[in-house]
């Protein structure tokens, strides 16, 4: 099992930055990498990031591109999201998962080939 916990969410002007964090505990040697999603009200969970943990390889979403940044800490077991130049519709329920085995870079982007998820924390960009 991998308990991860999400943290720094929060009401921020547009052009303003945030950073988020993913704690993870547990068996978290067993991951192969981390992904951060957001969902938007009334829209589907859609991939932001991902890293893995052990060559810190990461991919974006293009419209974070630039913009976002993610980066792991292997000594902490955290996983964070540097997110600068914030949109409104960067406004979502961001969350971190987990996924254990190995995967394609087309694979990371895909919600279902998560194993374990955290409880998500709220981003609100205004205008």
């Known amino acids: 099992q991998v308990h991860l916990v999400e943290s720094g969410g929060g009401l921020v002007q547009a052009g303003e930055a945030l950073r988020l964090s993913c704690a993870a505990s547990g068996r978290t040697f067993s991951s192969y990498a981390m992904g951060w999603f957001r969902q938007a009200p009334g829209k589907e969970r859609e991939f932001v990031a991902a890293?893995?943990?052990?060559?810190?390889?990461?991919y974006y979403t293009d419209s974070v591109k630039g913009r976002f940044t993610i980066s792991r800490d292997n000594a902490k077991n955290t996983v964070y999201l540097q997110m600068n130049s914030l949109k409104p519709e960067d406004t979502a329920v961001y969350y971190c998962?987990?996924?254990?085995?190995?995967?394609?870079?087309?694979?990371?982007?895909?919600?279902?080939?998560?194993?374990?998820w955290g409880q998500g924390t709220q981003v609100t960009v205004s205008s």
């Open positions: 890293v893995t943990w052990r060559n810190g390889i990461t």
């Open positions: 998962a987990a996924r254990v085995g190995l995967a394609s870079t087309a694979l990371l982007t895909m919600p279902r080939v998560y194993d374990y």
